[in-house]
């Protein structure tokens, strides 16, 4: 009754899975998956346990929860909104839940590799259980980054003139972002003031750029920078919403490094200011070697005096 698990065989197994009308079986001897009709047609015994055995167990329920998980996981807020609102519909939950990730390639291609790299680990424990039965040792899995194989499908590029109007556009929406979030949390508009370094000190391409667009050549995000002496100066990291999550700004940050290198320029020292609703970023920036050096501080008067 023992046999190997090979690629061909996971493969077998996992499109079987997925087929919630057919009944499959697993041929032990021969290593490939039969449908129970194939079985009686070939006037073989399907009750044979020494030969046929079950597959994983997997219901529509499981892909549910996937896909629930999957949804909790995500970092990308806008696209967790709209999926999860996908996942409440009940009836056609699975086709909301496909239509919504259509409109989003890269989150889409993220959800398959997840979705495979979870199956895999299904059949892994299914196999391993056998393999304690059979009396020999369990076998691990093999780690998978699905970010990078998002991030596949950008492309990383210097920035020129010629992206200067859709770096300007993401520029704009950043900060339309920025104040709306201002109000929402601190009650009243953002002071002037606190945009005029931005929107003043904002242009492109400076003297160091890179852009990142989709495969389909959409302008996705971009890193701009500029040297004062031996300090380089991020001045905008920005990234549309519906890429965010996926590591894009962290790999524009990694090529400007890789930039800095190739280019050996005289570079001691650099530095980024991070919005606070975007303080989560924090951990990239200290996983990459940045450390804190200065924080703002705002209070509303009002609350200050009650």
Not at 85 to 110: I, N
Not at 226 to 231: C, P
Not at 260 to 270: A, E, G, H, M, W
């Given at each position: 009754m023992?046999?190997?698990?090979?690629?061909?065989?996971?493969?077998?197994?996992?499109?079987?899975?997925?087929?919630?009308?057919?009944?499959?079986?697993l041929?032990?001897?021969?290593?490939i998956?039969?449908?129970?009709?194939?079985?009686?047609?070939?006037?073989?015994?399907?009750?044979?346990?020494?030969?046929?055995i079950?597959?994983?167990?997997?219901?529509?329920?499981?892909g549910?929860?996937?896909?629930?998980?999957?949804?909790a996981?995500?970092k990308?807020?806008?696209?967790?909104n709209?999926?999860?609102?996908?996942l409440?519909?009940?009836?056609?939950?699975?086709?909301?839940?496909?239509?919504?990730?259509?409109?989003?390639?890269?989150?889409?291609?993220?959800?398959?590799?997840?979705?495979?790299?979870?199956?895999?680990?299904?059949v892994l424990?299914?196999?391993?259980a056998?393999?304690?039965?059979?009396?020999?040792?369990?076998?691990?899995?093999?780690?998978?980054?699905t970010?990078?194989?998002?991030?596949?499908?950008?492309?990383?590029?210097?920035g020129?003139?010629?992206?200067?109007?859709?770096?300007?556009?993401?520029?704009?929406?950043?900060?339309?972002?920025?104040?709306?979030?201002?109000?929402?949390?601190?009650?009243?508009?953002?002071?002037?003031?606190?945009?005029?370094?931005?929107?003043?000190d904002?242009?492109?391409?400076?003297?160091?750029?890179?852009?990142?667009?989709?495969?389909r050549?959409?302008?996705?995000?971009?890193?701009?920078?500029?040297q004062?002496e031996?300090?380089?100066?991020?001045?905008?990291?920005?990234?549309?919403?519906?890429?965010?999550?996926?590591?894009?700004a962290?790999?524009?940050?990694?090529r400007?490094?890789?930039?800095v290198?190739?280019?050996?320029?005289?570079?001691?020292?650099?530095?980024?200011?991070?919005?606070?609703?975007?303080?989560?970023?924090?951990?990239?920036?200290?996983?990459?070697?940045?450390?804190?050096?200065?924080?703002?501080?705002?209070?509303?008067?009002n609350?200050?005096?009650?």
């Amino acid at each position: 009754m023992q046999f190997d698990l090979d690629e061909a065989l996971i493969d077998q197994i996992l499109f079987a899975m997925e087929d919630q009308d057919g009944d499959f079986l697993l041929d032990t001897q021969e290593g490939i998956v039969h449908t129970l009709e194939e079985i009686e047609e070939a006037g073989e015994d399907s009750e044979n346990e020494d030969r046929y055995i079950p597959l994983p167990n997997w219901s529509s329920n499981d892909g549910f929860r996937l896909m629930e998980k999957f949804t909790a996981g995500l970092k990308n807020p806008p696209v967790k909104n709209e999926l999860t609102h996908a996942l409440d519909r009940g009836r056609g939950v699975f086709r909301a839940f496909k239509d919504t990730l259509s409109q989003y390639p890269e989150v889409e291609k993220l959800w398959y590799s997840f979705k495979e790299r979870e199956m895999r680990r299904t059949v892994l424990d299914w196999y391993n259980a056998l393999r304690e039965e059979w009396g020999l040792e369990r076998i691990g899995e093999e780690p998978e980054d699905t970010e990078d194989l998002v991030l596949e499908d950008f492309r990383f590029r210097p920035g020129t003139t010629e992206d200067t109007e859709a770096a300007k556009d993401l520029h704009r929406s950043c900060i339309a972002e920025l104040e709306t979030n201002f109000e929402r949390n601190q009650g009243g508009p953002i002071p002037a003031f606190l945009l005029s370094g931005s929107q003043q000190d904002w242009h492109f391409p400076a003297s160091m750029s890179l852009v990142a667009e989709t495969s389909r050549g959409d302008f996705a995000g971009y890193i701009s920078a500029h040297q004062y002496e031996n300090l380089l100066s991020i001045e905008a990291l920005e990234v549309y919403t519906e890429y965010r999550g996926l590591g894009l700004a962290e790999a524009l940050l990694t090529r400007l490094f890789e930039m800095v290198q190739q280019q050996k320029r005289d570079i001691r020292y650099l530095q980024i200011a991070l919005p606070a609703q975007f303080e989560g970023f924090s951990r990239v920036l200290h996983r990459t070697g940045f450390q804190v050096y200065e924080s703002r501080y705002l209070c509303r008067l009002n609350k200050a005096l009650e």
